[in-house]
Each structure stands twice: as structure tokens, then as C-alpha cells.
């Protein structure tokens, strides 16, 4: 009898799931966000992201193809488990058409595949690996905003230039950490500089001074700190703390403006960074964040920009395709340019990164700054062939071809 | 001169970096300890109370403009206050139970304290200055050392050492002592015991919060910070023998200055060597190093 009641009952869930996947695919497009809502990187992200892919879901009018748009939203606690097997099940139960993916590397290089395997395009806005459109680039995986190429073509090559020719690096110890370390350093060498040294740092690490003093101790001229969020809060805080900036030039090789923004200008003074996009570069990006400002009570990060701007060129490129075929779609999308507030003529390259320009910024003495959230001043606008390179990532099996 | 092929200045320079950390452990697991020692409470919101603590002195310098020294005060006293009060509504109505479920309420509490100041701060957390008075630096001829880190080292000392004397050498500190062995016997003197536990569960929550105040100037007060140290702190605990005082403030140091010494010969080892201990010194004296068996 209990047997019989469970059998009746499964029949009837499963019978109830098909039912909303048929349905889903039907009559909505359904877009899901899979981000670190509570975590170290909630700030760069998190509920900004959700209301600026709301907000672009708004202002496309909120169907494409006579389909309303639904955005579903997951927090993948910066756990690749979580992340890939929420993808998993978007993909095969809710009818999940396209997928934005937050911060953290490690968790979009596991969303990666399975957006491969299950064909549904996988638009990575936080994660800065550029090995997503490298060696684990997929045929429906698109870079958005910026990775670590470009981070040390902007950062590392300005200082150098600057006359910073030996770097010591602090680096945190995962994918990201490493990743952007090996760019950096050969970017420095290129520029005829030289990486002397370096630290692994485990992440979310309590106390920096012990690493910091290492690094002093190295008689390097440049910090390169090859970490994010609060690792790079407390390195940077630490360094002034222990006087080391004033002995080493500390590069911020990731920082947003929601790092600068918590450190306040007194610390984070006189640092060079690469951004992808700024709130006040011009009366379109200051436009985006005064409405996004009413909303959340803090600027946008490029990040969160980054999410407005892709949402709307997904449902851009479902609108002209007719379709929500992910290959055509995908084919689309590397077809088009994006202009928008967040890029001007940018465009996704086959191995399926977004060029588009770049600045280094240097964060303003709190003297420079005359209003809230006036923080960077603008050192240099990177085309993006200079940022990201002018050829595709050869790694990436999708470019050999 | 050197030790393990590094220069002796970068080894004592290291080893005072390690005293730091050391005190910031001794002074939190402190707390902990107490609270286990008197109450058999395994308090996992211990983290969230540091948290507090520190998220307390900031919202009283920015928005009330109270100064860091009424903070070191203050913080403790109103996070100890909201202690007494999760005792008195929740906590008291466990101690009979099996210690799993206090363990789960404080956990429970932890994350939602975390939550609501994620949800009010943000996660990327706030910049506490340093006390003008601390501000500055001193060359010891080694290594310069931030005045405030000294600070850290000679406050957190002086609260381990005054702690220790009240319990292990006062008549109050024996009372208490006592209450844990055998309640009822010691309310039959006409003790007021629920009082004393109330009051010893405060006051190790104050503690826990005045480490969190410390700690401010030093780090970026995010709503994270506790959760992140407080698996160490436990794992100092258990290596000093759950309960002890004296073994923990001892412990607490001492790990410090091993890891300190971790830091330097392999850095990527440093957030595990204090693990790596723990579970070489439970297969040896279980009850950790100062523990009665």
C-alpha cells in the first residue's frame, strides 16, 4: 500500500515537472543568474546584478517574441558543485535559455561544461580567468566585462612604463590567484621588467603582514597583489599599516569599485587599476547610474553594468534570430556589434571573448574627489585589441578549427 | 646569523608577527573555553559575537562619533548584554539536552547575524582607522612594528592573564567552578545559580567582542570575519584541552608563532598547520595538552 502511494505520487511529481519544462519552454524565455549572493563577492555582483538584469529586462519591455522573460536567480556560494548541478537543473527542469554567471572563477569554469553539454549559451560576467575562452572555452560560452589578460595589459604594463621594473607578487592560492599572476608577469617582462619573487596566499587568509613583510624583504619596487575582494582590502591595509607602501608601489591588479569604495580614499590613494567600464566616464554610463544609484543606493560596478548590458544583447540577439535556438543564438551574438551604455562597437570574438575598451584608472587623493563615488581619474582608454589581444586565444579548440 | 637558512632578523620578525596572531587566538578562545568550561555550551556563534563586536565600535565612531577607547567598553557591554539575552530566551532551555543542539542554536544564531549585517553593510565591509594614539610605527631594529600591534599584544595579555586569575584564583571564580561540578549543592548555599551561568555565558560573549573591537583597525570589518577565524579558534580550543584556561591562553600563542613560522618556510601551508596539529595532538592526549582525562 505505501508502495503503491509513493509510485502514485512520483508518477504524479514527475508528470507535474514535465509539465512546467513544456511549458516554460513555450511561453517564456527564461534567463537565470548564478552568482555569489552571500558571500566574500556578494558586493561585486549580488543583488545589483539581479535588479541591473531586471532592469534590463524592463527596458526591453519585458518579452521578446512575444514571450514574457522570467529571471530565476541562485547563490552558488562560491562552490562549483553548487553552481554546475543549479545550471544542470535550470537546463533540464525550468527550460533555462541563457545563463549569466557571477563571480569566481573555479565556479565558471565548472558551469562551462556543463553549458557545453547541455547547449544552452553561458554568458561569465565576474569570473576573471581568461583561460573560460582558452583552454576551457566552449562553443556557447561569451567573456563579458574583463578577465585577466586584460587586467595585466592595463595594470602591470602601465606601472612598468612608470619605471616599477621589479615586481614581488602576492597571490592568491586558486585559479584566479595564479592565473592572473602568470599574466601579469609576463606582461612585466615583456615591458622589460622582471618578477622577482612571489607568495602563494591561502584564500580568505586572516593576517597579510607575515606575506607582506616578505615581500619587503624581496626589495622589490612594485607589490603586484594578484588577489580580490576582501584579500585585497586587508593586503592593502595591512601594507599601509606596516608603512610597505611607502618603500613598494602596491599594484591593485583586480580591484572594483566596491573594494575602493569600502577602503575609503585615504588607503586605497594613488593606486593604479583596470576596469571595464566606469558610473562617471560619460552622460550614458553617469545616466545608468543614477537609475541604478535610486535603486540600490551605491554605483554600479563594472560587473553589474556588464549584466545589464549582456542580458539586453541576448534578448538583442533572440530578437533578430527569431528564435531561442541556442546555435543560432550563439551565431548571432558573434555576429553583432554591442553599443550600449557599457562598450561601444564591441564585439565577441570566436573563441567567445567581448573586446571591448578598457581603462586604467588611478584612484583619486581624497583632495581630487568633489563628489560621492568620484573616485577614479582616467590614466588611459585601452582599445581592445590592446587589452585583450588582436588575435584569438589559439588554446580555445573553437580557433584552431 | 640564521635559523633554517633565513636571516635571524626575518625569523624574529616573523615570530612577533606570530605573537599577534597568537594573542588575537589566546583572546578568543578565551571566550570560548569559559563558555565550554562552565556551561558545556559549544558556543558556534562565538564568531558572529567578534563580528559584532567589531561592527559595534564602527557604528559608534560613524554614526555617534564615540571614539575607539569608550568602544573598547562599550562594544563589549552591549554585545554581551544581547549574549545574556539570547541565554536568558533560548540557550537555558538546552543545557539539559545533548550539547548538539546548542550547538546548532549558536549556528543558527551565527548565520543569521551574518545575514542581517550582509543585508544592512554589504559584504565588502567597512575601514576602522587606528586610534590616533596608536597611529605610528616603532623600529625594534628587526623589524618595524605598528604600534598598534604591540597594543594588541599588551592588551590582549592583560585580559587573558586577569581572566585567568578571576576564575582559577578568586572566591567568585570558585563559586562558578564549583556550580558546573554540582549545581543543586552549590544553590543549596543559597548560590543564585542560573544568575552566575547567565552571567558567565555575558561575559564570555564580552569577551569575544572586545577581541572583535582589537581587531577592527586592523582588518576590514566585513560581516564574514568571524566565521572565517572561528574554525581556527575551536581547533586552538581543542589543542589546549576543552575547558582549560590556562592550556587555551597558552595554546592560543603558541600556535600563533607556529604558524607565523609556517608563513614563512611554506606559505601555502599556513591555513592548515594549525589542523595539522590538532589532529596529531588528539591521537596523542585526546583531551588536548592541558585537559584532564
Not at chain 1, 38 to 62: K, L, P, T
Not at chain 1, 318 to 332: F, I, Q
Not at chain 2, 21 to 29: D, Q, R, V
Not at chain 2, 277 to 289: K, Q, S, T
Request: net charge neutral; with cysteine.
Amino acid at each position: 500500500m505505501k508502495l503503491h502511494a509513493l509510485a502514485v505520487s512520483l508518477a504524479f511529481g514527475l508528470g507535474g515537472l514535465a509539465g512546467t519544462a513544456a511549458q516554460a519552454a513555450d511561453n517564456q524565455v527564461v534567463i537565470g543568474d548564478i552568482d555569489d549572493l552571500s558571500g566574500v563577492y556578494a558586493d561585486v555582483i549580488g543583488q545589483g546584478g539581479i535588479e541591473a538584469a531586471n532592469m534590463a529586462i524592463a527596458d526591453f519591455g519585458g518579452s521578446v517574441l512575444g514571450k514574457k522573460i522570467v529571471l530565476l536567480t541562485a547563490d552558488h556560494q562560491n562552490k562549483p558543485d553548487i553552481g554546475a548541478s543549479k545550471f544542470r537543473e535550470w537546463a533540464d527542469q525550468s527550460g533555462a535559455n541563457m545563463i549569466l554567471g557571477g563571480s569566481n572563477t573555479g565556479v565558471s569554469i565548472a558551469m562551462a561544461k556543463v553549458a557545453a553539454a547541455k547547449k544552452v549559451p553561458f554568458i561569465a560576467i565576474g569570473a576573471a580567468g581568461a583561460s573560460l575562452t582558452g583552454v576551457d572555452c566552449t562553443p556557447y560560452t561569451v567573456h563579458y566585462a574583463y578577465d585577466t589578460t586584460a587586467l595585466a595589459n592595463g595594470t602591470a604594463s602601465t606601472i612598468v612604463k612608470n619605471g616599477g621594473k621589479t615586481w614581488y607578487f602576492l597571490t592568491a592560492d586558486y585559479a584566479f590567484g595564479t592565473q592572473l599572476q602568470d599574466a601579469a608577469t609576463k606582461v612585466v617582462t615583456a615591458n622589460g621588467g622582471k618578477s622577482i619573487g612571489s607568495v602563494r596566499v591561502p584564500l580568505g587568509a586572516s593576517d597579510f603582514s607575515s606575506f607582506l613583510l616578505q615581500a619587503q624583504g624581496s626589495g622589490a619596487q612594485v607589490l603586484g597583489l594578484a588577489n580580490a575582494g576582501n584579500d585585497f582590502s586587508n593586503s592593502l591595509k595591512a601594507a599601509n599599516e606596516f608603512g610597505i607602501t611607502k618603500t613598494m608601489k602596491p599594484a591593485a591588479l583586480l580591484a572594483f569599485i566596491s573594494d575602493i569604495h569600502s577602503l575609503g580614499l585615504n588607503t586605497a590613494q594613488g593606486l593604479y587599476l583596470t576596469t571595464g567600464w566606469y558610473w562617471d566616464l560619460n552622460d550614458d554610463t553617469r545616466a545608468f547610474g543614477k537609475r541604478f544609484f535610486e535603486k540600490m543606493k551605491r554605483e554600479p560596478t563594472m560587473n553589474q553594468a556588464a549584466y545589464y548590458s549582456a542580458t539586453i544583447a541576448y534578448l538583442r540577439a533572440v530578437k533578430s534570430a527569431g528564435t531561442t535556438d541556442p546555435d543560432k543564438v550563439m551565431a548571432e551574438l558573434k555576429k553583432s556589434k554591442i553599443n550600449d551604455m557599457f562598450a561601444k562597437n564591441g564585439y565577441i570574438r570566436a573563441d567567445g571573448l567581448m573586446v571591448h575598451e578598457m581603462y586604467v584608472m588611478q584612484v583619486k587623493s581624497p583632495a581630487e574627489s568633489k563628489y560621492p563615488w568620484d573616485y577614479y581619474k582616467l590614466v588611459k582608454t585601452m582599445s581592445g585589441e590592446e587589452a585583450y589581444g588582436d588575435h584569438a586565444d589559439e588554446t580555445c579548440p573553437l580557433v584552431k578549427k | 646569523m640564521s635559523v633554517f637558512g633565513f636571516p635571524l632578523p626575518v625569523i624574529l620578525g616573523q615570530l612577533m608577527l606570530g605573537l599577534v596572531n597568537g594573542s588575537f587566538y589566546a583572546l578568543l578562545s578565551l571566550g570560548l573555553a569559559v563558555i565550554f568550561g562552565l556551561l558545556g555550551v559549544v558556543n558556534f556563534a562565538h564568531g558572529a559575537f567578534y563580528m559584532l563586536g567589531a561592527y559595534a565600535a564602527w557604528i559608534a565612531l560613524d554614526q555617534f562619533g564615540i571614539n575607539y577607547w569608550f568602544a573598547l567598553l562599550l562594544a563589549p557591554l552591549v554585545v554581551g548584554v544581547l549574549g545574556v539575552i539570547i541565554e536568558r530566551l533560548f540557550l537555558r532551555h538546552l543545557y539539559r539536552l545533548d550539547p548538539l543542539y546548542g550547538l546548532l542554536l549558536t549556528f543558527g544564531i551565527a548565520l543569521i547575524a551574518e545575514g542581517l549585517l550582509r543585508y544592512q553593510f554589504g559584504a565588502s565591509g567597512q575601514s576602522y582607522p587606528v586610534p590616533a594614539a596608536l597611529a605610528g610605527a616603532v623600529n625594534l631594529g628587526f623589524m618595524v612594528l605598528p604600534i598598534y600591534r604591540g597594543w594588541v599584544i599588551a592588551a590582549s595579555l592583560a585580559v587573558c592573564f586577569v581572566t585567568w586569575f578571576l576564575i582559577e584564583r578568586t572566591r567568585l571564580g570558585a563559586t562558578l567552578r564549583a556550580a558546573t561540578e554540582n549545581a543543586r549543592l552549590v544553590q543549596a548555599f543559597g548560590i543564585n545559580v542560573p544568575v552566575l551561568v547567565m552571567c558567565t555565558y555575558g561575559g564570555g560573549v564580552a569577551l569575544a567582542a572586545l577581541a572583535g573591537v582589537l581587531s577592527a583597525p586592523v582588518i576590514q570589518v566585513n560581516p564574514l570575519m568571524g566565521s572565517s577565524l572561528v574554525i581556527v579558534v575551536f581547533a586552538v580550543v581543542v589543542i589546549g584541552g576543552m575547558g582549560s584556561i590556562l592550556g587555551t591562553i597558552v595554546s592560543g600563542l603558541a600556535l600563533g608563532l607556529i604558524e607565523g613560522f609556517t608563513k614563512v618556510i611554506y606559505p601555502e601551508a599556513s591555513n592548515i598547520v594549525v589542523f595539522v596539529i590538532m589532529a596529531i595532538v588528539l591521537i596523542w592526549r585526546p583531551a588536548g595538552l592541558f585537559g584532564k582525562e
